[in-house]
């Protein structure tokens, strides 16, 4: 999982309608003893390169709000190379001590760019589909 601290990770419903996908996905993550869980409703849009998330208000989770997106495009002056766009936020509720959301919060963003990396590296089918869109 792209998510730090993930203990369970579950699709409970997926669907593709007008050309973009719907999964909606349900998250555990932790630190310190302190578990937190939380429903995503993720929209991929292959001809933008871009999947956006938010929460899944039909659902009660324990975050009060998460938002974000990851977007993909071909480097402008690096041919065969791409530019890798991400943005999350999350709203953690007053309940879930401070050094909690902490370790959480410090962890997302190296651990969201080490997974990418080990998710690239390596991956000649990943890198053949990007390029087949005119990603990379």
């Given at each position: 999982s792209?998510?730090?601290?993930?203990?369970?990770?579950?699709?409970?419903?997926?669907?593709?309608s007008g050309g973009l996908r719907y999964d909606n996905v349900r998250m555990k993550v932790g630190a310190m003893g302190v578990g937190i869980e939380f429903f995503i409703a993720h929209t991929y849009d292959p001809k933008l390169s871009v999947m956006t998330w938010t929460l899944d208000y039909g659902r009660k989770s324990d975050v009060i709000d998460s938002v974000g997106y990851w977007g993909v495009e071909p480097h402008p002056t690096k041919p065969g190379q791409a530019r890798v766009f991400y943005s999350v936020d999350v709203a953690m509720p007053d309940w879930l001590p401070g050094f909690v959301v902490g370790i959480?919060?410090?962890?997302?963003?190296?651990?969201?760019?080490?997974?990418?990396?080990?998710?690239?590296?390596?991956?000649?089918?990943?890198?053949?589909?990007?390029?087949?869109r005119g990603v990379i």
């Open positions: 792209m998510v730090p601290n993930t203990k369970e990770c579950e699709v409970y419903q997926s669907k593709t959480l919060n410090s962890k997302a963003l190296s651990d969201a760019e080490t997974n990418l990396r080990e998710l690239m590296n390596g991956n000649e089918a990943l890198a053949k589909e990007l390029q087949a």
